[in-house]
């Protein structure tokens, strides 16, 4: 792995169908996206659009913040998007949920990929930063849709307790 790049490798089943976990993941973000992986200060929402594209924004009230630009939309099955993801202008990558079925109900996985193209940083401590990131967000879109949970900006926006496992760099 280049000092300049990092991947990141999480998952988790949801015990309910994937159509169900399709939904909560693009069309109630708030609810399990929250605290503290926002841009902006107070309880926004990152929206999810469906078509490639077109910007992955936070949104509060008249305030919004670019967090990057959809790139694959499959419903049911793959969103992606390319961009900052909040890490800066010096950062490029991609996230990409992918959503299939399982022994449990869902498999919900997300691949991280990003590139700082110039500038400083403790590329290792950014990689581990977003793989925890991921693993609690992952863990409280599971909450919401398995419990109804809200710990997302539109709830506790709070991270619930999980078991967290660091994912292995796969470069």
Not at 149 to 170: C, Q, V, Y
């Amino acid at each position: 792995m280049a000092d300049t790049e990092f991947h990141v490798r999480q998952s988790t089943e949801v015990a309910a169908h994937p159509d169900r976990v399709w939904d909560a993941l693009v069309d109630d973000t708030a609810a399990w996206w929250g605290a503290p992986y926002l841009l902006l200060d107070g309880p926004s929402a990152v929206l999810l659009p469906l078509r490639a594209g077109d910007a992955v924004v936070e949104q509060l009230g008249d305030a919004s913040a670019l967090w990057g630009t959809v790139t694959i939309c499959v419903p049911g099955r793959v969103f992606a998007w390319r961009g900052q993801m909040g890490m800066g202008a010096g950062w490029d990558g991609e996230v990409r949920f992918d959503v299939e079925p399982a022994r449990a109900g869902t498999r919900v996985s997300v691949r991280h990929d990003s590139v700082r193209l110039w500038g400083g940083g403790d590329v290792a401590a950014m990689r581990r930063s977003y793989d925890f990131g991921w693993a609690d967000l992952l863990a409280r879109l599971r909450l919401l849709v398995e419990t109804g949970a809200r710990h997302g900006s539109a709830g506790l926006n709070a991270a619930p307790e999980f078991a967290f496992e660091a994912s292995i760099d796969p470069s």
